[in-house]
Structures are given as structure tokens and as C-alpha cells.
């Protein structure tokens, strides 16, 4: 209980730029409209559930150990989400 759902929505909506996970709180956060990006797993359900969101970008592995932080940097800056 010390992440409601509200706090969460809020926090995210107020944010520049959001990374989550492929979890409950993602969801919400992206609902928020804020850009987001997703980390998650490379398979047929993370692929369902994060194509909906026209203000989110995703970075797929075969697991969530093979997501490294220069893969997320490099991403962000080849998008032109982040100043280097």
C-alpha cells in the first residue's frame, strides 16, 4: 500500500519521462501520457500488452538480465529521447 495507484498516475504525469517494467504500475504510469519506456521480457504477452500506448517505446530481451544500461542509453539516444 505505499504505491497506490493514484500516487502513481500522479507522480507519472508530472514526470518528463518514465522507465518501468512490464508491470502493474507501468500500466498506470503510461496511462498518465507521459513518454514511457518499457523494459520487458521478448515474448507473444509483453508484445501484446505494450503495443497500445502511442506515447510508449519498448526494449524487449530474452531476459531481464540481457537489458543492459547502455542498450537503454543507446536507445534513448537514437530516439532523440535524452541529451547525451
Given at each position: 500500500d505505499?504505491?497506490?495507484p493514484e500516487i502513481i498516475y500522479s507522480i507519472a504525469k508530472k514526470s518528463?519521462?518514465?522507465i518501468s517494467n512490464d508491470t502493474g504500475p507501468g500500466h498506470i504510469a503510461a496511462l498518465s501520457n507521459?513518454?514511457?519506456?518499457?523494459?520487458a521480457k521478448d515474448n507473444?504477452?509483453?508484445k501484446s500488452n505494450l503495443s497500445?500506448?502511442?506515447n510508449?517505446?519498448?526494449i524487449l530481451g530474452d531476459t531481464m538480465k540481457s537489458i543492459s544500461v547502455?542498450?537503454?542509453l543507446d536507445f534513448l539516444n537514437k530516439k532523440k529521447l535524452i541529451d547525451k
Open positions: 505505499k504505491s497506490p518528463n519521462f518514465v507521459s513518454p514511457i519506456l518499457f523494459l507473444a504477452i509483453s497500445e500506448y502511442k510508449g517505446y519498448t547502455k542498450k537503454v
